[in-house]
């Protein structure tokens, strides 16, 4: 019987796996959430999958954030990976500022903001 770790590696390399088989100029896929249109890495086990499988990552945060803020607050998002918590109140705010968590995801998080 594996353990969980081996798990993790098997998922990883499906995941892998699954990217590869778009081709080998694919680096990341588009999807489709309740907050619009995202580019997600299929590799990331946790944000990028939670977007995949679910279409939203921490909408109980998103939530809070939401009800916190008005058109005119100004907020910093430290570690904002590739959007998924920034992009929703980007939408709504007139001035915001967020940093991206990962150099890797850099192209993913600036997609985000290119449409």
């Known amino acids: 019987m594996s353990n969980e770790w081996e798990d993790r590696a098997q ?6 796996n699954r990217l590869l088989s778009f081709g080998p100029n694919a680096w990341g ?3 489709t ?3 619009g249109l995202f580019a997600v890495d299929p590799e990331d086990a946790f944000v990028g999958a939670a977007l995949l499988n679910e279409g939203c990552y921490g909408e109980s945060e998103y939530m809070l954030a939401k009800s916190l803020l008005s058109k005119t607050s100004d907020v910093l998002i430290v570690g904002a990976h590739i959007g998924a918590h920034a992009v929703p109140p980007f ?18 998080f600036k997609n985000q903001f290119s449409s």
Do not use: E, F, Y
């Open 29 to 31: 896929l588009l999807v």
């Open 33 to 35: 959430t309740k907050h």
């Open 11 to 16: 998922r990883a390399i499906d995941r892998k």
């Open 91 to 108: 939408q709504r705010l007139q001035r915001t500022c967020s940093d991206r968590g990962q150099p890797a995801h850099v192209p993913l």
